[in-house]
């Protein structure tokens, strides 16, 4: 739950100001995966941002960024890894982001 509210609420600060606020999050199960993927239509990710991206109290330092203390990333990528899982960032062309956390898949009978 903690790493969906951090995403979701990352898109959300992010898209204030986009044209199209559109979040996406999808749920895919493979093997013995799921990964959660949540996609906005903000501005993305500049690519030296990118190389601190889960570093924490590193924020955006852009005017406009939105208030943040620089710790939901680090908990986004330390939650799941600490589950045998990963976190990963991918951008797109002329921006948004998405990020995917992939967990290993647990099966009660």
Avoid: M, W
């Avoid at 501005?43 to 710790?71: T, Y």
């Amino acid at each position: 739950a903690l790493i969906l509210q951090n995403l979701l609420d990352n898109a959300e600060k992010h898209t204030r100001h986009a044209e199209n606020r559109t979040i996406q999050v999808a749920l895919t199960a493979t093997g013995n995966t799921v990964a959660i993927a949540i996609s906005d239509r903000g501005p993305g990710v500049s690519r030296k941002a990118r190389r601190k991206l889960f570093r924490p109290f590193v924020r955006n330092n852009h005017p406009d960024a939105p208030a943040g203390i620089g710790l939901g990333l680090v908990l986004v990528k330390t939650l799941p890894e600490a589950q045998g899982g990963t976190v990963a960032y991918r951008d797109h062309n002329g921006g948004c982001a998405s990020f995917v956390v992939t967990l290993p898949a647990t099966v009660t009978a």
